[in-house]
């Protein structure tokens, strides 16, 4: 059974950093794309970051625009978990944060902006950036 569990999530200052995990289990990261998305109250589900299942190739991280250069997207094989560390958070990233899995996810870029796509699912974790 495939589980995504996210943790890390708090309330911080503007300009700080933090970072959520997602420990996975019930399949192996390398055959699934791996999404973190975020909802804002009254917004819509949008992609942060998606890596596309392992194809061999060294590029297969993709980055929303407000957040490349702020937040950085890994993960542990290891340890089954993911990472999405994130820094000079804004009052704008205030938002729950969820993990997403998708089996032999190629197009990390395309999959980022159909969350729909994605049929496994963390509970989310809630990030509050607010001075």
């Known amino acids: 059974q495939v589980q995504l569990v996210e943790s890390g999530g708090g309330l911080v200052q503007p300009g700080d950093s933090l970072r959520l995990s997602c ?15 975020r909802q804002a109250p009254g917004q819509e589900r949008e992609g942060v970051s998606c890596i596309s299942a392992d194809d061999g190739s060294d590029d297969r991280t993709y980055y929303a625009d407000f957040v490349k250069g702020r937040f950085t997207a890994s993960t542990d094989n290891a340890k089954n978990t993911l990472y999405l ?15 997403a899995a998708l089996r032999e996810g190629w197009d990390a870029g395309a999959l980022c902006a159909l969350p729909n796509e994605f049929d496994h699912w963390g509970q989310g974790t809630q990030v509050t950036v607010s001075s």
Request: net charge negative; proline share 3%; hydrophobic share 40%.
């Open 85 to 99: 560390q994130m820094y000079s958070l804004k009052p704008e990233d205030t938002a729950v944060y969820y993990c």
């Open 23 to 37: 420990a996975v289990s019930g399949f192996t990261l390398d055959d699934y794309a791996i999404g973190w998305f």
